[in-house]
């Protein structure tokens, strides 16, 4: 069986390690360099933002996916040698008297239905295991179970085992057309005219994957939806946990650096971190966790996320035309979300058995108007 994957990044090609161990000769397209769109600028966290606003079959997607990570963290380790710094930090969410929306009775009702472990503490108990925390919040629910991994290191590994594995990458080789013979998918073409021979094509091309659709006939609603994410440097355990509110979120890492993130902005592919979102961040921080303040900003960054409408991935063979795949649209959960699209799609084209349902992420499913899930409808951060 040979295969075409287009897209580098972490969904792309952790699915072509796994269909390179299921039996396949596999060959990665990547139109510039791969990993280094959404799935280097993301933050790592190994948990949904607002689960219990997405439908059962996500939680089911998402828990099956977080379950692989101990192992497959251990495996990468011991086949590449690297570390992807996976760690269980847990995720707080505090809680404030001004917030636009409380979800403290929805995250509990959530995790007590699908059996997350969730702890409820008051004002001083948050601040107390939290201390750069507002004196101002009332209360806060952590999940204590809630791991991280650190996205450049986990791409470079996977690309490590790519090499390992004997999965053939091409960078700067963008995919523009598909090759038919007698109404069979034989193939893509690439922009320089270069051609790949293929049983089946994995379209995995993030946030670039709805242009692309078009120009392979036919339609795919991803669009990109742009994150601006600030690095500050601070010493090891001035925050343990991730924590997670509406206006931002912050990601400590082991060596005492802490991600504040991310901006939602729909604005197409506009590259560039800018004032405006910076300062809205550091508001936000001042609001949420006024003992950052003073920490050196070391680096600013940004990425594309691949949006769908209704805020879910797109997972599954494409109707009309026998042999073409997608995988793409998995918006803020791509990191979480690999290890089990990788599966389930290996298995699919593989023609295997799939253990999870994923009719809910068919490339064809019907789309909502609105959905809180979806595209925002306004930039802000």
Avoid at 20 to 41: F, H, I, P, T
Avoid at 212 to 219: K, R, T, V
Wanted: proline fraction near 5%.
């Amino acid at each position: 069986m040979k295969v075409v994957v287009i897209g580098g990044g972490i969904i792309g090609c952790l699915t072509a390690c796994f269909l390179k161990q299921r039996g396949a000769d596999v060959v990665v397209l990547e139109r510039g360099k791969a990993g280094q769109e959404a799935s280097w600028a993301g933050a790592g966290i190994l948990c949904p933002i607002h689960p219990w606003l997405y439908p059962d079959s996500f939680t089911h997607l998402i828990d099956a996916s977080l379950a692989m990570y101990p192992a497959f963290q251990e495996q990468l380790k011991s086949d590449t040698g690297m570390s992807i710094e996976w760690q269980k930090s847990g995720l707080l969410v505090p809680f404030f008297t001004d917030d636009k929306n409380n979800h403290k009775q929805a995250a509990l009702d959530w995790s007590e239905r699908f059996n997350w472990d969730v702890e409820e503490l008051d004002g001083q108990q948050t601040l107390a295991l939290e201390p750069t925390l507002s004196h101002q919040n009332t209360g806060s629910l952590r999940w204590p179970e809630v791991a991280q991994v650190r996205n450049p290191r986990l791409l470079k590994a996977v690309r490590i085992w790519m090499d390992k594995l004997g999965v053939e990458l091409h960078e700067h080789a963008e995919v523009t057309s598909l090759i038919m013979q007698q109404d069979m998918l034989s193939g893509v073409q690439c922009a320089d005219e270069k051609r790949f021979t293929a049983n089946q094509v994995l379209l995995a091309s993030g946030s670039w994957s709805g242009e692309l659709a078009e120009q392979l006939g036919f339609a795919l609603p991803v669009k990109p939806v742009k994150g601006q994410i600030v690095l500050l440097k601070g010493k090891p355990r001035l925050m343990k946990s991730i924590v997670k509110h509406d206006d931002a979120y912050f990601v400590p890492r082991a060596d005492g650096r802490v991600l504040v993130g991310a901006s939602m902005e729909f604005v197409g592919f506009e590259r560039g971190n800018t004032e405006q979102i910076t300062e809205q961040l550091m508001a936000s921080m001042q609001k949420i966790a006024p003992g950052l303040q003073g920490l050196e900003v070391e680096h600013q960054w940004m990425g594309f996320r691949p949006g769908s409408p209704d805020g879910l991935p797109y997972l599954g063979d494409v109707s009309n035309v026998k042999g073409l795949w997608v995988a793409s649209g998995h918006y803020r959960n791509g990191v979480a979300l690999a290890p089990i699209t990788a599966e389930v799609m290996s298995c699919k084209m593989m023609g295997e058995a799939v253990q999870v349902d994923c009719s809910d992420f068919s490339v064809d499913r019907a789309i909502p108007e609105t959905s809180a899930l979806g595209f925002p409808q306004t930039v802000d951060g």
